[in-house]
């Protein structure tokens, strides 16, 4: 009579403990989603979701440089690339590993959540001084700018904001890819016994 037995090698044992405490698994799988969101704000769309294009003039923007004490940059005016004002949004999103099998991805931005769903917004005071340098700053530029913001300087707008809606645009999130790369990454990182 012949006798077999199974005796768990080093291997086999390593595996296991990847099974256990997928650590590793869950970091690469928080910068598989992170990479997704950054190739999002290079892309303007998050998977097959594309992203809605800017207003021709961004009026809530220019409110607020005036309102910082500057003047409205080039991009007030172009359409694209969307969520890419000052590159805060797209180089916050981070990966933290919340639990022994729970990755979370997102931003700590307090406006990130209105610009990925959505949702109603608000403009900055539009004050006197707002106005002032409206005003100083349109004398220098063709009559159809002046035409597109100078209603901003009547007076009944002084001290009022302005409401508007924020379209959503997911920056992240699971994607198709990040499946296929989710699955071929988990599954290099438990079968891969050193």
Not at 77 to 95: H, M, N, Q, W, Y
Not at 117 to 123: D, I, L, R
């Amino acid at each position: 009579m012949t006798q077999a037995t199974f005796k768990k090698g080093a291997k086999m044992e390593r595996w296991e403990k990847k099974l256990e405490n997928p650590q590793a698994a869950l970091k690469q799988i928080g910068a598989l989603i992170v990479s997704e969101s950054e190739k999002a704000f290079r892309e303007q769309q998050h998977g097959e979701d594309k992203w809605k294009p800017r207003a021709p003039i961004n009026i809530f923007g220019i409110i607020s440089d005036f309102a910082k004490g500057g003047k409205p940059p080039g991009r007030r005016f172009e359409t694209r690339p969307v969520l890419k004002d000052t590159g805060r949004l797209s180089g916050s999103i981070a990966s933290k590993i919340e639990s022994s099998k729970t990755v979370v991805v997102g931003s700590n931005l307090s406006y990130a959540a209105k610009m990925h769903y959505g949702g109603e917004t608000e403009s900055e005071t539009i004050t006197s001084e707002v106005q002032s340098s409206l005003k100083r700053w349109l004398k220098s530029k063709p009559e159809s700018m002046k035409e597109k913001l100078g209603w901003l300087l009547n007076k009944k707008f002084t001290g009022k904001t302005l409401k508007g809606e924020v379209p959503a645009r997911p920056f992240v999130g699971i994607t198709k890819m990040t499946i296929v790369d989710i699955r071929e990454t988990v599954g290099v990182e438990i079968m891969e016994v050193k």
